[in-house]
């Protein structure tokens, strides 16, 4: 019986974890096109970065950050 609700418990953490993922690239992918930058960290090696304006946030770039 154990074995049973351990089993249930497990596939709907694989279902959760799924669901989550595909979240999270999808919000990405929303991000990138809607701000036009990469957001994968550091611009791959042959890319050069642009300069895109002011920072997204607000109070940044009042502080003049980029």
Do not use: I, W
């Not at 497990?10 to 992918?29: C, D, F, H, I, Q």
């Not at 930058?37 to 980029?66: E, F, I, S, V």
């Amino acid at each position: 019986m154990l074995e049973v609700v351990m089993s249930v418990f497990g596939g709907m953490s694989k279902g959760e974890r799924n669901r989550t993922k595909l979240r999270v690239r999808t919000a990405m992918a929303a991000q990138t096109l809607l701000e036009g930058r990469y957001l994968g960290g550091r611009p791959p090696c042959g890319y050069t970065p642009h300069d895109l304006g002011a920072h997204p946030n607000p109070a940044k770039a009042a502080d003049g950050n980029r």
